[in-house]
């Protein structure tokens, strides 16, 4: 059934979101995991996107997955600035070069630092220190909502919700 299916794959894509995110205690060492906890979360919103009309805690824990995904990406792009910013100060070959560029590619290094720094201690207060049972809360509730709707009402608002205005009128 519908319910049962949603229910399963639910918790599992929160599961293995919740994994890649614990244990992590800083971003240079785990940069990866946190890419792949981004993509995880994107799994997850994209169950969730079709009952956000429906539901509110659907709506609600879209809502969550946006935060972390916004978050993590901006981490991610942080991490690649920093590799970029350290090839491109280790091609400065000559010494004049290096006096040239060097000190504006290190205050970009350091701004770039700073931000990452910043926004890895708000993914750290809004997810890793708890963060995420608000998220299994909205998605409780959710499965709350959908076991109390009959399942003929689920599987047949969701299936008649791609089916073409003209032809929902004959």
């Known amino acids: ?24 205690t800083t971003l240079e060492v785990h940069e990866e995991r946190l890419h792949q906890a981004r993509i995880e979360c994107k799994r997850l919103r994209y169950l969730l996107e079709p009952l956000r009309s429906s539901f509110p805690s659907a709506r609600q824990a879209v809502k969550r997955c946006k935060g972390l995904q916004d978050v993590l990406g901006l981490l991610h792009d942080g991490y690649v600035l920093r590799l970029e910013l350290q090839h491109v100060l280790d091609g400065l070959s000559s010494a004049k070069k290096r006096s040239k560029y060097g000190p504006g590619i290190g205050r ?24 995420v049972s608000t998220l299994a809360k909205y998605l409780d509730v959710l499965g709350e909502d959908i076991a109390g709707t009959s399942e003929v ?17 004959a």
């Open 108 to 131: 970009a290094h350091a701004l770039n630092e700073t931000r990452t720094h910043s926004l890895f201690d708000d993914l750290k207060r809004e997810w890793l220190d708890g963060g």
């Open 1 to 24: 059934s519908f319910r049962v299916e949603f229910g399963r794959r639910l918790r599992k894509q929160l599961l293995r979101l919740v994994k890649l995110l614990e244990g992590v």
């Open 153 to 169: 009402e689920i599987e047949r608002k969701f299936l008649l919700s791609g089916i073409p205005p003209k032809t929902k009128r």
